[in-house]
């Protein structure tokens, strides 16, 4: 299962772990969150490294995050291993957000 909530001052996101035979097809899911004034980012309480740009995160071989742009804006994107939960927090800039 994947959820997000945006609280005061923070966003988080978290993936389920895979439950009984199921086993994900993919390795990565890279996931898009719209949002332009992220202070800080970790994942189980740690920082989740944070790259330049996508090739540079492909680059790395695990997970991370980026800063991107699309049509819809400013937008953060992450990169997470499919086969394991995960609890991502996007701290906010209150002057931002």
Known sequence: ??????????IRFDIGAPEGAYRPALAWY??????????TLQR???????????AALDAAGGEGW???????????VLKLAAARAQAVELRLDPAGS
């Open 44 to 54: 189980q309480g740690e920082p989740l490294t944070a790259y330049a740009s996508a």
């Open 1 to 10: 299962s994947l959820s997000t909530q945006r609280g005061a001052g923070a």
């Open 30 to 39: 890279r996931v898009t969150l719209h949002v332009k004034h992220v202070v």
């Open 66 to 76: 980026y800063r991107s742009q699309d049509r819809y804006g400013a937008s953060i």
